[in-house]
């Protein structure tokens, strides 16, 4: 059976249980540090609330009516989780805990998030992070929407009702097939890359931009009939020889990436990166955890890197 909020408060459903729990009105005001007036007065309130009667009175004890009887076990319930509730109110007071749903570009998200779960879960065990990679312009809109928590993402990132919280700069390089004519160069200028062609990802993807962007400078296109799913897609592609392909360090790093099939290009003068950040919703209610994690995932950063660079844009 249910309890209305309306009908009973929570000093009510105490009084109810000492009562129930001592059989005695005298013991339970006691117990709860009360004259046994105000108890009496508290449980003919619950009572009329609920409509039915709890307590027998009229006898040397205090005995449950039948209903009182399957009551019991429901106030209990709720005072319990009310007790729970607090508990861990007081303890996220003191350290973060609870769910976390965390967005993250599938270009980062897999070759750095490893660390950062590992370190999050010997350090906060009871804050999760509910991981959900996509691309970020989708993401973003789910985090104004408040679908999302928090996400990890490339900048910019233009909208005003976001914090936006800069983590570290990430070098991106250029590889080629093993047996390409520039991977047998020792010396590559960036005029050497004119009409060669880029592989990117889904044009929705910034990273997709930011390769448009390179190829632009250097006189490159841009494969535009077909767009790899992931990073690993686009190595494997390199590697067979279907174009050239820019590939951010913590992908080349992590034993899920490498460049195994394929060859880095030292290009004079060409020195890519992107900046990523942290995000989220302004005056956030758990901004506090917020900072941490992105703090987390700086420092985390900088232990796979060997450094963070902090410039920006």
């Known amino acids: 059976m249910f309890i209305g909020i309306g009908m009973a408060t929570l000093r009510q459903l105490e ?7 001592r059989g005695h009105f005298g013991r339970a005001a006691s117990a709860m540090n009360v004259s046994q007036p105000a108890l009496s007065h508290q449980l003919r309130a619950l009572e009329t609330g609920l409509g039915v009667t709890l307590i027998e009175r009229g006898t040397r004890n205090a005995e449950l009516t ?13 005072l319990r989780e009310m ?33 950062v779960i590992e370190v999050l879960h010997r350090e906060n ?39 936006v919280e800069p983590l570290f700069r990430e070098s991106l390089h250029l590889v080629a097939p093993p047996d390409h004519r520039l991977a047998q160069e020792l010396s590559i ?7 060669t062609t880029f592989l990117t990802l889904d044009h929705r993807h910034h990273y997709h931009r930011q390769v448009s962007e390179i190829a632009e400078r250097v006189g490159a296109k841009v ?31 992590s034993e899920a990436g ?26 956030a209610a758990f901004e506090e955890t917020f900072f941490m994690l992105a703090e987390l995932a700086r420092s985390q950063a900088s232990m796979l890197l060997g450094f963070v660079d902090k410039g920006y844009p």
Request: charged share 25%; aromatic share 6%.
């Open 189 to 195: 200028r960036k005029s050497d890359l004119s009409g």
């Open 15 to 21: 009084y109810f249980v000492a009562v129930a729990e």
């Open 125 to 163: 065990p009871e804050l999760r992070l509910f991981i959900k990679e996509d691309i970020p312009a989708l993401q973003i809109a789910q985090l104004i929407d408040g679908q999302l928590d928090m996400m990890l993402c490339p900048l910019p990132v233009p909208d005003a009702l976001l914090h």
């Open 66 to 78: 039948p209903i009182g009887r399957e009551l019991i076990d429901h106030a209990r319930s709720v």
């Open 223 to 253: 494969l535009g009939d077909y767009e790899g799913t992931s990073l690993d897609s686009l190595r494997q592609m390199v590697g067979s020889g279907v174009g050239l392909a820019v590939l951010p360090e913590l992908y080349i790093r």
């Open 258 to 283: 490498g460049t195994d099939m394929v060859r880095q290009l030292q290009v004079d003068g060409m020195d890519e990166y992107r900046s990523i950040a942290a995000i989220w919703r302004r005056g």
């Open 83 to 115: 007790s729970d509730l607090n508990q861990k109110a007081a303890r996220a007071a003191d350290r973060p805990l609870g769910r976390i749903r965390f967005g993250v570009t599938p270009t980062l998200g897999p070759y750095l998030m490893p660390r």
